[in-house]
């Protein structure tokens, strides 16, 4: 069965590209709650960058919010599927960003492309893929302004900071990475460490609130038990939110009170602040102490014609 839907999946990637990218985006983002905040993080103007893109959940978001969208994907079927399907406002670059240019075996568990890593020990030694992917440093793109740095690289995150120190430094922009400890034991201390020592301060997103990463217990806060084959099912936070140390508790003070809001005050904050009004078809809002999702009427519909 699950190889008839690999099959099925890859046969829509080649047929209908873009309408697969829309729908992967909208089906898939239920799970990454931090999508619903993009529009907070950074203004439309600024350059987005999507270090890790796969199959395009943040890619199609990040587009839908900013005026142009770098993304970079290593693994050759991600990243071509990934060419004909993102909007024009897209760049996707058929590589993985690290700490020096040279070149590396990209190794992928067969059947599960998210989980595709740089590192040797992200995975099981059996039934993988391996794939050679050039490497370049973000910094030696000389993109401007950025606004917003996405990272989702399996445990290579460190490195992919490494190469982008000049143009942290340069335009101060807010980060967006996904850490886990199953992948490198410490690597949520080594980030924060690294991070800090640049003028951040971290976040993350716990439910309706936005809290500093100084709460963040990973026994209790990234429970590997919540996972099942890579979904979270449980309590399992893997995406911090790193702001410019100087700004840093006006921003997340301004989230908060975003997070407090009826979706139509949420709506109108973001249609306000000069963010461009491209709101996310899904908008988050508190419920309940934790994060609902609700689908406007119209937006579906026009979420289709754009693709």
Not at 91 to 116: C, D, K, Q, W, Y
Not at 262 to 282: C, E, K, L, N
């Amino acid at each position: 069965m699950r190889r008839l839907k690999w099959w099925l999946r890859g046969l829509s990637q080649r047929i209908a590209p873009r309408l697969t990218f829309a729908i992967l985006a909208n089906r898939t983002w239920l799970h990454e709650p931090e999508i619903g905040l993009l529009p907070l993080l950074s203004s439309s103007n600024a350059l987005a960058i999507d270090a890790g893109a796969n199959k395009g959940v943040y890619l199609y978001h990040l587009s839908r919010h900013f005026q142009r969208v770098v993304a970079f994907e290593p693994l050759p079927e991600m990243s071509a599927f990934l060419k004909a399907a993102a909007p024009l406002n897209t760049t996707v670059h058929a590589l993985a960003l690290s700490n020096a240019a040279g070149e590396a075996e990209i190794m992928m568990p067969r059947g599960f492309n998210e989980l595709a890593s740089l590192e040797p020990s992200s995975g099981a030694a059996s039934n993988i893929e391996r794939h050679r992917t050039p490497l370049r440093t973000l910094d030696s793109f000389s993109l401007s302004p950025v606004g917003l740095i996405k990272i989702d690289v399996e445990g290579h995150e460190f490195a992919v900071l490494e190469g982008a120190r000049e143009t942290i430094a340069r335009y101060h922009p807010t980060i967006l990475v996904e850490v886990e400890e199953r992948h490198k034991p410490g690597g949520i201390a080594r980030i924060r460490g690294l991070l800090e020592s640049s003028g951040y301060e971290g976040y993350y997103l716990d439910g309706p609130a936005l809290r500093p990463i100084a709460d963040f217990d990973p026994a209790r806060d990234q429970d590997e038990g919540s996972l099942q084959r890579s979904v979270k099912v449980g309590r399992y936070i893997n995406n911090f939110i790193y702001f410019e140390r100087r700004q840093a508790a006006e921003r997340a003070a301004t989230i908060n009170r975003w997070l407090r809001m009826p979706p139509h005050a949420q709506t109108a904050m973001i249609d306000d602040s000069g963010g461009g009004g491209r709101v996310p078809a899904w908008h988050a809002a508190v419920a309940g102490g934790g994060l609902r999702f609700q689908k406007y009427k119209g937006e579906a519909r026009a979420t289709a014609d754009k693709v």
